[in-house]
């Protein structure tokens, strides 16, 4: 299976709203309701930000939001906040029973 | 609270066996709610789902990898286990464990070990 693919860089001033894009296959993002996204500093352990392309675990910011559109999934961020940089992954849930990390997009807070 | 704590050998040479063990706490790894799993990240790159595992629901591997994993519960301690052959420099990576509920991984996460291969 192929790493879902993600942008390596987006950049924003803060607070500005960025988006960022996951684009998959029919047989992962496209075949299920099941993108998931996460946080992670440098050093540390991710934190999931979003589960089932849209819910929110509690605790986490309303300004994180998800959406998907047929084979890409897309994370959009408002009122950027200094705190929001670092690297953000999203994952798919796939038909072979297994899951799919995104390559990984760098936000960056001008 | 749940909490996870990885522990594992920290250097392992070429063509050798890789085990790693995760020690739950603040809930019992038989909940039927909850599934366990493996995520690695090799220096400087992104993340890579590895296995997971449900007491009643089986085993899931990476397809790159399935042919050299057996991940395992040992219920009597709480833990689960990640087994690894024949690794090379390429498995190189910090291992993370995580818990899954709903099929969701991520919820929580261990702080993650770092594992070199390297004779």
């Known amino acids: 299976q192929s790493a879902l693919t993600q942008p390596a860089s987006v950049s924003g001033s803060p607070g500005q709203s960025i988006t960022i894009s996951c684009t998959g296959t029919?047989?992962?993002?496209?075949?299920?309701?099941?993108v998931s996204w996460y946080h992670q500093h440098a050093g540390k352990a991710p934190k999931l930000i979003i589960y089932g392309v849209t819910e929110r675990p509690s605790g986490v910011s309303s300004r994180f939001s998800g959406s998907k559109s047929g084979n890409t999934a897309s994370l959009s961020i408002s009122g950027l906040q200094a705190e929001d940089e670092g690297d953000y992954y999203c994952a798919s849930f796939t038909n072979s029973i297994t899951y799919v990390f995104g390559t990984g997009t760098t936000v960056i807070v001008l | 609270q749940l909490q996870l704590q990885e522990s594992g050998p920290g250097l392992v040479k070429p063509s050798e066996t890789l085990s790693l063990t995760c020690a739950v706490s603040g809930v019992s790894i038989s909940t039927d709610t909850y599934h366990w799993g493996w995520i690695r990240q090799p220096p400087g790159k992104g993340l890579e789902w590895v296995a997971s595992i449900l007491l009643r629901g089986g085993t899931h591997y990476c397809p790159s990898l399935k042919r050299r994993l057996t991940i395992s519960m040992d219920t009597s301690n709480n833990q689960f286990s990640l087994k690894m052959t024949s690794v090379t420099a390429a498995d190189t990576a910090v291992y993370f464990c995580?818990?899954?509920?709903?099929?969701?991984?991520?919820?929580?996460w261990g702080q993650g070990t770092l594992v070199t291969v390297s004779s």
């Open positions: 029919s047989s992962d993002v496209g075949a299920y309701d099941a």
């Open positions: 995580t818990s899954l509920i709903n099929g969701v991984p991520g919820y929580s």
